[in-house]
């Protein structure tokens, strides 16, 4: 059975008192909903670095072309603490397994965007900024999926990063002894309706991708890596219904003949209502799921496609 997917997230999301006020900044989505289906690791990179709690604000300042994180109160320059830090627990968040990262927004450790930026003697800020820390770990992780807290509260948002986060999952699973070109083939192939319905050029593109590095010669480790940075980059864009209803009418296709006329025209009514948007995502993938099972052909590719952690999180009747 495959492991539970493993989440970094900004430690005072876990209600951790480790705010520069030392207070905490709880997500309860994540401490109530998520962490049952998730193991979830906090880090606090200011913390790391060996800041107390409470402390002064930190702020990002552009200098000689360089973003630099300040101690608000004394102007210290904590960059390269930060950054060594970051090297750091990021390879040691890799190793550890970790699929997702949700970050602190507003934060000049772990904004992922839109955090002020101070050019060095002025005085207005613009809002263009990521936190550091976060700058260095999505650097080094381009194959990780990664969220800020807010986006939590979009269930269309939260579905189609858990999503990600359950591809990488398997990624991981499928890594374990290694890869081989056989192995990378057969993963690319058990996702391609989840790529059809989340990201529809991905499936030939990554297929290309695939065929052009083993055509140089490429190591399938670094085949793997490749792989899954280009498939991360493509889901970077939110599902829509069109792609996901063409998805479902071809698992629907497949299991027809086992289906009677009036089962047929239900499920095809219902994804349709689905497309228009009369019925969320949960009520076609539902019965889907359960059609599929009954004919016996609850295989690897549908079952990625029908992907279980946002449906048993509920998320799925929101969208």
Same mark, same amino acid.
């Given at each position: 059975?495959? %492991?539970?997917?493993?989440?970094?997230?900004?430690?005072?999301?876990?209600?951790?008192?480790?705010?520069? &006020?030392?207070? /905490? @900044?709880?997500?309860?989505?994540?401490?109530?909903?998520?962490?049952?289906?998730?193991?979830?690791?906090?880090?606090?990179? *200011?913390?790391?670095?060996?800041?107390?709690?409470?402390? @002064?604000?930190?702020?990002?300042?552009?200098?000689?072309?360089?973003?630099?994180?300040?101690?608000?109160?004394? &102007?210290?320059?904590?960059?390269?603490?930060?950054?060594?830090?970051?090297?750091?627990?990021?390879?040691?968040?890799?190793?550890?397994?970790?699929?997702?990262?949700?970050?602190?927004?507003?934060? @000049?450790?772990?904004?992922?965007?839109?955090?002020?930026?101070? *050019?060095?003697?002025?005085?207005?800020?613009?809002?263009?900024?990521?936190?550091?820390?976060?700058?260095?770990?999505?650097?080094?992780?381009?194959?990780?999926?990664?969220?800020?807290?807010?986006?939590?509260?979009?269930?269309?948002?939260?579905?189609?990063?858990?999503?990600?986060?359950?591809?990488?999952?398997?990624?991981?699973?499928?890594?374990?002894?290694?890869?081989?070109?056989?192995?990378?083939?057969?993963?690319?192939?058990? &996702?391609?309706?989840?790529?059809?319905?989340?990201?529809?050029?991905?499936?030939?593109?990554?297929?290309?991708?695939?065929?052009? @590095?083993?055509? =140089?010669?490429?190591?399938?480790? &670094?085949?793997?890596?490749?792989?899954?940075?280009?498939?991360?980059?493509?889901?970077?864009?939110?599902?829509?219904?069109?792609?996901? +209803?063409?998805a479902m009418e071809r698992v629907l296709g497949r299991i027809s003949p086992s289906?009677?006329?009036? *089962? =047929?025209? *239900?499920?095809?009514?219902?994804?349709?209502?689905?497309?228009?948007?009369?019925?969320?995502?949960?009520?076609?993938?539902?019965?889907?799921? %359960? /059609?599929?099972?009954?004919?016996?052909?609850?295989?690897?590719?549908?079952?990625?496609?029908?992907?279980?952690?946002?449906?048993?999180?509920?998320?799925? +009747?929101?969208?």
């Amino acid at each position: 059975m495959p %492991t539970r997917p493993k989440l970094g997230v900004s430690a005072c999301l876990l209600g951790q008192k480790v705010r520069h &006020n030392g207070e /905490h @900044a709880e997500a309860r989505n994540l401490t109530e909903s998520w962490s049952r289906h998730l193991d979830l690791v906090g880090v606090c990179p *200011e913390v790391g670095i060996g800041m107390t709690t409470p402390r @002064a604000t930190t702020r990002l300042v552009k200098r000689d072309g360089r973003i630099h994180l300040l101690d608000s109160n004394n &102007n210290t320059d904590l960059s390269q603490d930060m950054i060594d830090y970051a090297e750091l627990q990021s390879d040691a968040l890799t190793k550890a397994g970790i699929c997702g990262f949700v970050f602190k927004s507003g934060s @000049a450790s772990c904004g992922l965007e839109r955090i002020k930026v101070t *050019e060095e003697g002025q005085i207005e800020a613009s809002n263009d900024g990521t936190g550091l820390f976060a700058l260095v770990f999505t650097t080094l992780n381009p194959h990780i999926p990664v969220i800020e807290e807010v986006s939590l509260s979009d269930p269309l948002q939260a579905e189609h990063f858990l999503a990600r986060v359950e591809f990488f999952s398997l990624w991981l699973e499928e890594a374990r002894g290694g890869w081989t070109a056989n192995k990378i083939a057969q993963f690319h192939d058990s &996702n391609k309706l989840f790529f059809i319905s989340r990201s529809p050029n991905a499936k030939r593109n990554l297929g290309r991708l695939i065929a052009q @590095a083993f055509d =140089r010669g490429d190591h399938p480790e &670094n085949v793997a890596f490749e792989y899954m940075a280009a498939a991360q980059k493509s889901l970077n864009v939110l599902t829509k219904p069109g792609p996901i +209803a063409h998805a479902m009418e071809r698992v629907l296709g497949r299991i027809s003949p086992s289906l009677s006329g009036d *089962e =047929r025209q *239900e499920l095809l009514g219902v994804i349709n209502e689905y497309r228009r948007g009369l019925q969320p995502r949960s009520a076609p993938l539902t019965l889907l799921r %359960t /059609h599929v099972r009954n004919c016996g052909m609850d295989n690897e590719t549908h079952a990625r496609f029908i992907t279980p952690t946002p449906l048993r999180l509920d998320l799925l +009747a929101n969208v």
